[in-house]
Structures are given as C-alpha cells and as structure tokens.
C-alpha cells in the first residue's frame, strides 16, 4: 500500500487511505471513520438551493437542518447554505432535510474534508 504523507507524517487524503484499508467502505462510511478517529474533526458541506427567495425560506431550511444529526452550524442564506459537521451527516440526510423544508438542492459538496493535524 503507497499513501502520501504531509511533513507531519500523516496522509495527504486520509480519506483515501482509509478506503484503502477497508475497500469496501463507501466515502461518507469513510468520513464517519475517520471523524471517530481523529478528535474534533470538522467537515464543512456547501449546497446550492432552488427556489428560495426570502429570508423567511432560508428560516426554514435552517430550521430543518436542526434535525439532522451530527450538524454543528448551518450559515443559510437565500439560495446557498454552509453546514459544518462531525461526518454524520450524509449528504443524503442534508437533501432530505432541505427537501422536506420545500427546496431543491441543485449542488452539494464538501469543501473540507479534515484539517491537517501539525500545522
């Protein structure tokens, strides 16, 4: 097994170095793996939303975003959201709660997967 190290001495992606100890995992299974392993781990998720065109639809997103598990702060403003959370929220779960709120996810994706620890 080749994993790329930072100067610290940790993985570049420890992401990929976990999936590729446990192959079978998928990514956000990998996100909660190392979420448990490294303590304090953050994750911020920034979704792009149709539909919203008031402070009160960002209300109720940010309201519906409560429910999800796992989810520190959520910064909802019309038509985009930045959630950070521990990893167990799925990007699934984060849709659901946006569509259960009336709204249509049209992108989601993590901007930050761990902090590199050491720097």
């Given at each position: ?91 699934e ?7 259960t709120?009336?709204?249509v ?9 761990l ?5």
């Amino acid at each position: 097994m080749s994993v790329a190290l930072c100067s610290s001495g940790l993985p570049h992606d420890p992401s990929s170095l976990v999936r590729s100890i446990f192959p079978r995992l998928r990514t956000g299974t990998a996100r909660l793996v190392l979420a448990r392993l490294f303590c304090g781990v953050r994750i911020t998720t920034s979704v792009t939303i149709q539909g919203m065109l008031s402070v009160h639809a960002a209300h109720a997103v940010f309201t519906a975003l409560t429910g999800v598990e796992g989810i520190s702060t959520a910064d909802v403003k019309v038509g985009r959201a930045t959630i950070e959370h521990d990893g167990r929220a799925t990007h699934e779960q984060i849709i659901g709660a946006i569509e259960t709120a009336g709204y249509v996810v049209t992108e989601i994706r993590d901007e930050r997967r761990l902090p590199l620890l050491g720097r």
